[in-house]
């Protein structure tokens, strides 16, 4: 995935535009180095609200500047897991929280990536 790819995916919270802005100036200056984007059923977001407003906000530069810089080439870390969410969904009627990922990734190879990310 890339940073233009990451603009479209749907997210799932509500952003502070100041961390926003702080993200995507990370990005501009270090590349990308956040954790992998959660993904499920090709185009929606499990993590990284801000993220993908970040990404969002480094398109507009892109297209407003006029200039070709090339933060939609930038690539982005992301793990689709749309199986790990349909057979948590099968057993539980899919009714999780957000703010707690672990639930769904419990007994997976994805269960040690979530307990490493504290934003998740």
């Known amino acids: 995935m890339n940073i233009e790819e990451l603009a479209n ?5 509500n952003t502070d535009k100041t961390k926003v802005v ?21 185009n929606q977001a499990l993590t990284g ?13 892109d ?3 006029g200039w070709e810089l090339g933060y939609g080439d930038i ?3 992301s793990i689709d897991v749309s199986e790990y969410v349909s ?8 009714d999780f929280d957000y703010g707690n990922l672990e ?9 040690e990536i979530v307990k490493q990310n504290q934003e998740w």
């Open 9 to 13: 995916l749907v997210e799932i919270n």
């Open 22 to 42: 702080e993200i995507a100036n990370d990005i501009i200056n270090n590349g990308w180095n956040g954790t992998p984007i959660l993904t499920m059923f090709e």
């Open 49 to 61: 609200s801000h993220r993908i407003h970040a990404a969002r906000y480094l398109m507009e530069l």
């Open 63 to 65: 297209e407003e500047s």
């Open 75 to 77: 690539d982005v870390d």
């Open 87 to 94: 057979a948590y969904c099968e057993r539980t009627g899919c």
């Open 103 to 111: 639930p769904i990734f419990k007994g997976t190879d994805i269960e």
